[in-house]
């Protein structure tokens, strides 16, 4: 039966397949054609390629183009690095501390990638902790906003992507495999370069993708680090909120740019990285050798001062908020409730939107997100095929990016949402559904056909049987996506701050606009409120309802 | 409830599957589909549930037309090969769930429930939940569940392969006695020709999409249509009879014997030299291997009936029935 003839016999998830599709055409599909249509159209309206061309000839927009792969690549190499060495140690070896790599996904979490940037500006800016310790040494180090600073901060702030992924795919790979070669008197060197690291191989350029795209297309650290560096989802957003009227298609043209290289990266992992993944008979994974002795310290001693560096801002955040300041200056070791106090009054209504937005766009996108992978994983067509592929678009799209897209393409026409709650919290659903399918589509994979074939057989219909067997037995994985989506969409900054108006602010917007003026102290209050914020929920979730959350994005 | 498909052609992956297929089966009775993976068996299976729609033709149910009739609407129980119980309910709910959609009352659907399992054997089982079941009696709650909604037609898609031998030979007798009180047209989809035998009031042989040959499983053991029929229902010896026909003999209709070593006499007409390339000593039955002009044959003899066993690069002569059957071709 053709695909289409499948469908009509189905008429309950057709329909839900119909929606899928409406909603993405819609909602994301059509902002990004407008968007790429937009960066084609001159100030005189004529259609044609030479915005691009002034892109490509005037050396401020070349060089964000520059400045944005530079930045891409640098940070994927010390990611990879630094979490692939990480996975390495931690799936292979047993050392003291080992177990502490376990709250990394967790503290990534929790604090904001602003959060991160503001921190990092307390410590090691100009007027910061470490110059001002190494003051009377006469010592100084280099400024903060600097490439340097840039890569070591982004590097904080995304190589647990690289770790998470390089651990799953180093536990994947069967100890069997490893064991056949060795039988077969292979030395350990030779296996591990000849047998393992092929199978893993996948898992390498499956991350670095994972890493660069996600550097690509951040905002909140670049904007507040890198004004001397302007990347291209920084510079969009200048162009955007310019007063003096930034140049229109100048904006549509670096999005689509961005929108082009992040596609290019899906298409990489789908076309040449997906293909190459082996399947694996789920053995067991490889024991770990207990290492001792220096090789020993080194591991552990990566192992704290990663764990430490990451959760340093969240500990510098905690500080400040009660360091009494003064203008920019602020006089570590006194006390002052000030800012909590002036953060808790303000931040009410910033919090309340904040949360507000995120349910909103948790329950749709949980729906959404369950309906979808369903979907792809027990309706098998190239149509949900197709699905799949256009849910997955969002994790290759700058925030910026999005926000603009939506921006211009709902102000006008037929459906008019821009300046209202709608489109933040369609911002927010679009940017998580990436991750919400693959959560649901998982367990999915371990629900057998012949369960909900048992069910329809009893008597009772298609999208019934899905709600009284299914669903129930991917219950907890589903409910472990809607707390991860919700906890996401707090810290969520790129697209919102192009989208929120008066009185919609809401807390990553409020902290990078308190940094963005200076008031640190204020900025690092609001902080602690958010993180809170976060924290709350997900230990409440992970220790008294027992949802597992510490699977990273 | 008589069964009828009726000129059914069906695509797969491509590839025409079934063109035109007419099949019936009678009211009441235990109907097994026999075949090699890939021959089509379980295709009509689904398709009597509704899983499987036909791209032409039509599906019966006495002189209703179900070929459009949505699963749920069919009213079929169905067995699956690996149970599919709902994992997170008890035996007990298992076998409760097809009754409310059927409008029956909690209380009374509990009772029907318990006394499905009481006749299964699970009756103290009921409040287990399937992962603490062993496999067999996880097939039991499966049975169970699809007999107590009390179907006019019940569908066993391989329901025993999982088991390990000795439990299947229990579950076939007793999947047979349920068919036999409750008198329900069953139909069995299986590779097992033992079980096919075992079970069957009719069996139904299928190669790639077509039915090879129907009829009881004695009628087929003893007159098969051809070669294919011959080797998969009993396994037999199928040796050139001249002019493209071929000649089935059944295992343990075969002799075997010392050759006789006198110089200058060949072999008769019916008999056939040989050499014992392996023996296996089945308990009450001795299988042997001889290697012929003809190729490989297989020789069953009853253990104890012959004194001496044979051995291994014996030469023998195998006596072969003069009425053994003759079909064209394979």
């Given at each position: 039966m053709s695909?289409?003839?499948r469908?009509k016999r ?5 329909t839900?397949?119909?929606g899928s ?9 059509w ?6 249509a937009?960066s ?13 061309a002034v892109?490509?000839t005037?050396?401020a927009?070349?060089?964000?183009l520059w400045?944005t792969l ?5 940070v994927?190499v010390?990611s990879?690095?630094?979490g ?5 140690l931690?799936a292979?070896?047993?050392?003291p ?11 990534t979490l929790v604090i904001p990638d602003?959060?991160v ?5 307390l410590i090691l800016?100009?007027?910061g902790?470490?110059?001002t ?6 010592w100084?180090?280099g400024?903060l906003y ?5 890569i ?11 770790f ?8 994947a790979v069967?100890r069997?495999l490893e064991?056949?070669a060795?039988?077969l008197?292979q030395p350990?060197h030779?296996?591990?370069t ?7 191989l996948?898992s390498?350029?499956g991350a ?6 996600h550097?690509i297309g951040s905002?909140g650290?670049p904007?507040?680090l890198g004004p001397?560096?302007?990347?291209l989802a920084v510079?969009a957003?200048?162009?955007f909120?310019?007063e003096?009227?930034?140049n229109?298609q100048m904006q549509?043209i670096?999005a689509s ?6 596609v290019a990266?899906l298409a ?5 990285i997906?293909r190459?993944?082996?399947q694996m008979e ?6 770990p ?5 220096p090789a020993?310290?080194?591991a552990?001693?990566l192992?704290v001062?990663v764990?430490?560096l990451?959760?340093?801002p969240?500990?510098v955040a905690a500080v400040t908020?009660f360091?009494?300041?003064r ?8 006390f002052?409730?000030a800012?909590m106090?002036s953060?808790l ?7 309340w939107?904040s949360?507000?937005?995120a349910?909103?766009?948790?329950v749709?996108?949980v729906?959404?997100?369950v309906?979808v992978?369903?979907l792809v994983?027990?309706r098998r ?16 799209i700058?925030?910026t ?6 921006v211009?393409?709902f102000n006008t026409?037929?459906?008019v949402l821009?300046g209202t709650?709608?489109?933040?919290a ?6 998580r559904i990436?991750?919400s399918?693959?959560a649901a ?6 629900v057998?056909?012949?369960?909900e074939?048992?069910s329809?057989?009893l008597g009772?219909?298609p999208?019934a049987?899905f ?8 219950g907890?994985?589903v409910a472990?996506a809607?707390?991860?989506m919700w906890?996401t969409?707090?810290?969520e ?5 192009v989208?929120y108006?008066?009185g919609?602010?809401t ?6 606009q308190?940094v963005d003026?200076?008031r640190l102290a204020?900025?690092s209050?609001y902080?602690?409120v ?8 997900l ?13 990273v994005q | 409830m008589r069964?009828?498909?009726e000129?059914v052609?069906?695509r797969?992956?491509?590839q ?9 089966i009678p009211?009441g009775?235990?109907f097994?589909?026999l075949g090699?993976?890939?021959c089509g068996?379980?295709t009509?299976?689904r ?11 039509r599906?019966?149910f006495?002189?209703?037309?179900v070929?459009?009739l949505p699963?749920?609407?069919r009213?079929?129980?169905?067995v699956?090969?690996d149970?599919?119980l709902f ?9 409760m769930?097809g009754?409310?959609p059927r409008g029956?009352?909690?209380a009374?659907?509990r009772?029907?429930?318990?006394a499905?399992l ?9 409040d287990?939940?399937p992962?603490?079941l062993?496999?067999g009696?996880r ?9 107590v ?8 898609d391989e ?5 390990d031998?000795?439990l ?5 007798a007793?999947?047979r006695?349920?068919?036999?009180e409750s008198?329900?047209t069953t139909v069995?989809?299986?590779h097992?020709?033992e079980?096919?035998l075992?079970?069957s009031d009719i069996v139904?042989?299928m190669?790639r999409g077509?039915?090879?040959?129907t009829?009881a499983p004695s009628?087929?053991?003893a007159?098969?249509?051809?070669g294919?029929a ?7 010896n199928?040796?050139p009879?001249g002019e493209?026909?071929?000649k089935?003999?059944?295992r343990?209709e075969i ?5 006789t070593?006198s ?8 008999e056939?030299?040989g050499?014992?390339e392996?023996v ?7 299988g ?6 003809h190729g490989?044959?297989h020789v ?10 044979h051995e291994?690069?014996?030469e023998?002569?195998?006596?072969i ?7 064209e071709?394979k």
């Amino acid at each position: 039966m053709s695909a289409v003839a499948r469908l009509k016999r189905d008429p309950a998830w057709t329909t839900v397949l119909a929606g899928s599709f409406a909603v993405l055409l819609v909602f994301l599909v059509w902002p990004l054609l407008t968007t790429f249509a937009h960066s084609f159209r001159g100030k005189d309206g004529g259609f044609g390629l030479g915005g691009y061309a002034v892109f490509f000839t005037d050396r401020a927009y070349r060089q964000s183009l520059w400045n944005t792969l530079i930045l891409g690549g640098a940070v994927t190499v010390t990611s990879m690095l630094i979490g692939g060495a990480l996975a390495i140690l931690v799936a292979r070896c047993r050392f003291p501390f080992s177990g502490w790599v376990a709250a990394l996904p967790l503290v990534t979490l929790v604090i904001p990638d602003v959060v991160v940037a503001a921190a990092w500006t307390l410590i090691l800016g100009q007027q910061g902790i470490l110059n001002t310790w190494l003051q009377p040494t006469g010592w100084q180090i280099g400024s903060l906003y600097s490439w340097w600073g840039l890569i070591f901060v982004m590097t904080l702030n995304s190589y647990v992507y690289a770790f998470v992924m390089m651990l799953v795919g180093l536990k994947a790979v069967d100890r069997n495999l490893e064991e056949a070669a060795m039988s077969l008197g292979q030395p350990l060197h030779t296996v591990l370069t000849g047998v393992t690291l092929p199978l893993i191989l996948p898992s390498i350029f499956g991350a670095a993708l994972v890493v660069f795209t996600h550097v690509i297309g951040s905002f909140g650290i670049p904007a507040i680090l890198g004004p001397r560096m302007p990347v291209l989802a920084v510079k969009a957003y200048n162009e955007f909120v310019s007063e003096l009227g930034g140049n229109p298609q100048m904006q549509t043209i670096m999005a689509s740019i961005l929108v082009m290289l992040g596609v290019a990266m899906l298409a990489v992992q789908k076309l040449f990285i997906e293909r190459r993944q082996y399947q694996m008979e789920s053995g067991r994974a490889p024991t770990p050798i207990a290492i001792r002795g220096p090789a020993a310290t080194v591991a552990a001693a990566l192992v704290v001062i990663v764990v430490i560096l990451s959760l340093a801002p969240a500990v510098v955040a905690a500080v400040t908020a009660f360091t009494p300041s003064r203008g920019p200056v602020l006089s570590y070791g006194g006390f002052t409730t000030a800012h909590m106090a002036s953060a808790l009054g303000k931040s009410v209504q910033p919090l309340w939107n904040s949360l507000a937005l995120a349910g909103v766009a948790t329950v749709a996108g949980v729906v959404f997100s369950v309906a979808v992978a369903y979907l792809v994983v027990k309706r098998r067509s190239w149509l949900t095929g197709a699905l799949d592929v256009l849910v997955m678009l969002p994790l290759t799209i700058a925030g910026t990016v999005l926000g603009i897209a939506l921006v211009n393409t709902f102000n006008t026409g037929w459906l008019v949402l821009t300046g209202t709650w709608i489109i933040m919290a369609l911002a927010y659903f679009l940017r998580r559904i990436p991750n919400s399918v693959r959560a649901a589509v998982g367990p999915l994979h371990n629900v057998r056909d012949s369960i909900e074939e048992a069910s329809v057989s009893l008597g009772v219909p298609p999208l019934a049987s899905f709600f009284k067997v299914v669903l129930p037995l991917i219950g907890p994985a589903v409910a472990a996506a809607a707390v991860l989506m919700w906890v996401t969409s707090l810290s969520e900054l790129s697209a919102t701050i192009v989208l929120y108006y008066g009185g919609m602010s809401t807390m990553p917007i409020e902290i990078f606009q308190q940094v963005d003026s200076g008031r640190l102290a204020l900025a690092s209050a609001y902080s602690v409120v958010l993180m809170l914020a976060i924290f709350v929920p997900l230990a409440i979730a992970r220790w008294v309802f027992r949802v597992k959350v510490d699977a990273v994005q | 409830m008589r069964i009828r498909f009726e000129r059914v052609t069906q695509r797969y992956d491509g590839q025409p599957l079934f063109t035109g297929l007419d099949l019936e089966i009678p009211s009441g009775k235990f109907f097994t589909l026999l075949g090699p993976s890939g021959c089509g068996k379980t295709t009509l299976l689904r398709m009597l549930a509704g899983f499987v729609v036909p791209d032409a033709g039509r599906v019966w149910f006495g002189d209703r037309d179900v070929t459009q009739l949505p699963v749920h609407k069919r009213g079929v129980g169905m067995v699956f090969q690996d149970y599919a119980l709902f994992p997170d309910r008890s035996a007990l709910d298992n076998v409760m769930y097809g009754l409310a959609p059927r409008g029956i009352a909690p209380a009374e659907a509990r009772k029907r429930a318990l006394a499905m399992l009481e006749r299964v054997g699970l009756a103290a089982f009921a409040d287990r939940s399937p992962a603490t079941l062993s496999g067999g009696q996880r097939q039991r709650v499966a049975m169970a569940r699809a007999l107590v909604i009390e179907p006019e037609l019940l569908l066993l898609d391989e329901p025993l392969a999982a088991l390990d031998v000795k439990l299947r030979v229990e579950l076939r007798a007793m999947v047979r006695e349920l068919q036999l009180e409750s008198g329900i047209t069953t139909v069995f989809v299986t590779h097992d020709q033992e079980e096919a035998l075992a079970l069957s009031d009719i069996v139904a042989v299928m190669d790639r999409g077509r039915v090879v040959q129907t009829g009881a499983p004695s009628e087929i053991y003893a007159r098969p249509v051809n070669g294919y029929a011959a080797d998969f229902l009993g396994s037999a010896n199928l040796i050139p009879a001249g002019e493209g026909r071929i000649k089935i003999v059944r295992r343990e209709e075969i002799v075997i014997g010392p050759r006789t070593t006198s110089a200058g006499s060949g072999p008769r007409g019916d008999e056939l030299e040989g050499t014992i390339e392996g023996v296996e000593f089945r308990g009450s039955i001795t299988g042997y291997r001889v290697r012929t002009a003809h190729g490989l044959v297989h020789v069953d003899t009853w253990s104890v009936q012959h004194g001496r066993a044979h051995e291994r690069g014996e030469e023998v002569m195998l006596r072969i029935p003069a009425d053994a059957r003759v079909v064209e071709g394979k």
